[in-house]
């Protein structure tokens, strides 16, 4: 019974301390509200430092503006080996280069040096030719493929947030066979009329 008054007293001590620290903050606040609502002053800035900042804000609008969209990293031939065409990619941040230039029919080997420890690294992925490779620490991964087409091909991390570009040419010698082949066959048409 002793024991059930003690906690009874404690527990309404508790509320009372906790309902007076409440009238304390109400009254505070109602003396701060009394107070004008703009409690910052307006301080004026000479107009040259106007113009410098806004013309610095808008000088770096426009440097990201053009890191983005237009700056083009130019691309690098990879070098036949062997009948491989054959390229070594350090991945330290990205990927560098980060553009690829291939010719079409000719198997490919991308060697990666991963130097970055981040995890978005750990992965590369060739969508468009169906390759993945997990890219070791320190380590050189090979991806090879061989592409059928001309154009460009996306690769990038596991994250997609690092991104590269293969680009597939076509040489001189295949554009003059396809000519020739559609020339043939423009010709055998004309024959069967």
Sequence with gaps: MMLKQKYIWSSFLSLSLLLGVNQIAVAQSSETESEPANQFRRIEQPLSRKVIVTLGGLALIGAEFWWFLFSKTQGQQAQAHQGVQELDIIVDGGYAPDRVV???????????????????????????????????????????????????????????????????????????????RKVSKMKVTASDR
């Design 102 to 180: 291939v010719q079409v029919g000719q198997p490919v080997r991308l060697n990666f040096f991963r130097k970055d420890p981040s995890s978005c690294l750990e992965k590369v992925l060739f969508p468009d030719f169906h390759q993945a490779a997990d890219l070791v620490l320190n380590q050189t991964t090979s991806v090879e493929f061989t592409p059928q087409k001309p154009g460009s091909y996306t690769f990038h991390c596991g994250m997609n947030m690092f991104r590269g570009v293969v680009e597939v040419q076509s040489t001189a010698n295949q554009d003059i066979s396809q000519v020739d």
